[in-house]
C-alpha cells in the first residue's frame, strides 16, 4: 500500500520531468507573489497581535504566561500558514486540477472521466474552492473562538495541527477527486473511510508548506502525489456517508 511520504517523493520527481513542467512553474510563480506579499504582511503585524492576544489573557493565568505566550505564538503561525495555502490554494485550483489530469494520464495509465472544455473546467474548479472554502472557514472559525477561552486554548495547538492535516488533505486529494466526477460529499465520505492514509497525507502536506520558498517547488508534487494516492486508495473506496 502507498504511503504518504512515497506518493509525495514520486509525485515530486514526476512533475519535474518533460513533459509535466509547464504545468507548474505558473502556479509555482502565482505562489511566490502571493508569498511574497503575504510574509510582508505578517512581518509588519505580528508583533502586534501577539501584544494584543496576550493582553487578553486574564490576570489569574499569569503563572503561566510561560506557556501561553509560545501556544499563542504556535496558533497564529499554524493560521498564518493555513491562510496561506488556502489562498494559493484559491488561485492555483485551475493548473493544480490540469496538473492532476495529466499525471493521472502519464502515471497511472487512467484517462479522468471528465471531459469538460477548458472554460468549464476553468470556472467549475473555481466553484468546487468555494464549495470546500463553505466547508472549512466555518469551522476554522470555531477553533479560533476556541483560542481564546482560557483553558481551551491550551488545546488550541493540537486542534489546528489535526484540522490542517484534514483540510490539506481535502484540498489536495480533491483535485483527482473532481476530475473523476466524485461530488464534494461523496469525496470527503471516502477521506474519511481511508482516514490513516488522509491524515498522513495530509500532515505531510502540512509539513511541507512550512518549509519557506522550498514549498513553492514541493507542493505540485504534492498535487501529483494526491494523484497516486487517489489511484492506490481512493478510487475504489467506499464512501462513509454512502454506508451511513
Known amino acids: 500500500m502507498l504511503d504518504a511520504f512515497t506518493a509525495i517523493s514520486r509525485g ?3 512533475v519535474y520531468k518533460p513533459g509535466l513542467r509547464r504545468y507548474v512553474f505558473l502556479p509555482i510563480l502565482v505562489n511566490l507573489l502571493v508569498y511574497v506579499s503575504m510574509f510582508s504582511f505578517v512581518i509588519n503585524r505580528f508583533e502586534g497581535w501577539l501584544a494584543h492576544w496576550m493582553s487578553m489573557v486574564p ?14 505564538v504556535l496558533s497564529l503561525l499554524v493560521v498564518v500558514f493555513f491562510t496561506f495555502t488556502l489562498v494559493t490554494s484559491l488561485i492555483a485550483a485551475p493548473f493544480y486540477g490540469f496538473l492532476a489530469a495529466k499525471v493521472e494520464v502519464q502515471v497511472t ?4 472521466l471528465d471531459d469538460r ?20 472557514l466555518p469551522r476554522a472559525a470555531l477553533l479560533f473562538v476556541i483560542g481564546w477561552i482560557p483553558g481551551l486554548n491550551l488545546l488550541a495547538p493540537l486542534l489546528w495541527a489535526l484540522f490542517s492535516a484534514w483540510v490539506m488533505a481535502i484540498t489536495y486529494l480533491d483535485y483527482p477527486m473532481d476530475n473523476n466526477k ?15 492514509q488522509s491524515l498522513s497525507y495530509g500532515g505531510l502536506v502540512t509539513l511541507l508548506t512550512w518549509i519557506p520558498l522550498a514549498n513553492l517547488f514541493l507542493i505540485p508534487g504534492a498535487v501529483a502525489g494526491a494523484v497516486l494516492m487517489w489511484d492506490d486508495h481512493y478510487r475504489h473506496a467506499q464512501s462513509v456517508t454512502k454506508r451511513s
Open 59 to 72: 490576570s489569574w493565568l499569569d503563572w503561566l504566561s510561560w506557556l501561553i505566550w509560545p501556544l499563542f
Open 109 to 112: 495509465g487512467h484517462e479522468p
Open 117 to 136: 472544455g477548458l472554460v468549464k473546467t476553468t470556472i467549475d474548479a473555481l466553484g468546487r474552492e468555494m464549495v470546500k472554502l463553505g466547508y472549512i
Open 182 to 196: 466524485v461530488a464534494f460529499r461523496d469525496m470527503r465520505g471516502r477521506l474519511s473511510a481511508r482516514w490513516w
Open 12 to 14: 515530486t520527481r514526476c
